[in-house]
């Protein structure tokens, strides 16, 4: 049985954890910023940085405790080495070096996506390869085959915002607060999907990619025109997400053979319409249909020690030059998209 130290810190959340081969969590220490970065509506790089310098010493302190461990005890380090904003990409890495290198232990540099497409199976232990995985994210929003660790062929990518980048853009246009994913799921349950006229991008093209750019700049008419409800808008928003990844989705599958199951992660993958649609869809052709529980879903630091379980076993670690990486994609061999395509 191998215990593997994770360490997260690509964007606005800091995370220490120890997880074991078998699937047990022995410990997880999650501190969050939503207090210093809601007056911005958004992440601030550089407030995010210095938060996980701060705090990330004591939540590996607290999980070693937690845990009744030590770092001795521990088989290797994992730790997010991107994508993700650099400035914490950097203190979470070189934390992870400095520790590996202390403890004569292997450091496993995580790509954050391959935490999240991984996630899964830490919960499931009989989730088989191939799957196929929509990953929705603040930061990403990809249909990809997961094949293997380390082995993700890229179906789909979107060609500007992400889905979870539309969720937070609105809860700013419509003064709901941040973090806007929530938040705009909280007023949607008491709006009408049907009440504001929006447009669904690229649904029904044979495109396999997203856009939800144009969804956005719709929302920001609708809510200066003065003429509906936050809750309508933020409900008709929901509703057009969900039509926008359905659709894209089930493109891919009908791309796609041999996928065992079909599977949601990311932070995206915590909406509640979200999972009920891509569950109907996946029943809908006859596949399983696996979700990550809550908590897992947003970032983390466990499935970031479950992608480096995988990783270990396979053999697969890293020398402790180990670049930082603001863009890392899962799949470097997918062609270029139009639009900003920097996000694949």
């Known amino acids: 049985m191998a215990l593997i130290l994770g360490l997260e810190s690509s964007c606005d959340e800091t995370a220490a954890a120890l997880v074991t081969s ?29 938060a996980h310098a701060d705090v990330l010493a004591p939540l590996i302190s607290a999980a070693f405790e937690e845990a009744g461990v030590t770092l001795a005890d521990v088989d290797a380090v994992a730790a997010t080495a991107g994508p993700g904003l650099i400035g914490g990409v950097m203190v979470g890495l070189v934390t992870g070096k400095a520790l590996a290198h202390a403890a004569g232990k292997p450091l496993i540099a995580v790509n954050h996506l391959e935490g999240h497409a991984l996630s899964p199976r830490l919960c499931e232990p009989d989730l088989a390869f191939p799957y196929l995985l929509l990953l929705v994210s603040g930061g990403h929003c990809q249909l990809l085959l997961v094949r293997g660790v ?64 144009g969804l956005k700049s719709a929302v920001a008419r609708a809510a200066q025109s003065g003429n509906y409800r936050v809750e309508d808008i933020a409900a008709s928003f929901s509703k057009a997400v969900v039509d926008c990844l359905i659709d894209r989705t089930r493109l891919a599958l009908s791309r796609t053979t041999g996928a065992t199951a079909l599977v949601v ?5 915590a909406n509640t319409g979200v999972r009920d649609a891509l569950q109907s869809l996946a029943h809908g052709h006859d596949l399983r249909f696996v979700a990550p529980p809550l908590w897992l879903c ?27 990486r603001a863009r890392w994609p899962l799949d470097p061999d997918a062609a270029p998209v139009r639009g900003a395509g920097v996000k694949a």
Not at 23 to 50: D, M, N, T
Not at 300 to 310: H, K, L, P, S
């Open 22 to 50: 078998d699937r047990r969590v022995l410990s997880h220490k999650l501190a969050g910023q939503e207090a210093a970065h809601a007056p911005y509506g958004g992440v601030v790089p550089e407030i995010a940085a210095r």
């Open 150 to 213: 380390g082995d993700h062929v890229r179906l789909a990518t979107t060609i500007d915002d992400a889905a979870g980048e539309a969720f937070d853009k609105t809860a700013k246009l419509l003064g709901l607060g941040f973090p806007g994913g929530p938040a705009v799921e909280r007023a949607a349950a008491s709006g009408d999907p049907a009440a504001v006229p929006l447009p669904r991008p690229l649904v029904g093209s044979g495109e396999p990619h997203f856009s939800f750019a």
């Open 265 to 269: 992660a990311g932070g995206v993958a």
């Open 298 to 324: 947003t970032d983390n630091a466990a499935m970031i020690a479950w992608a480096g379980v995988e990783r270990f076993a396979a053999g697969l670690t890293d020398p402790l030059d180990a670049p930082a």
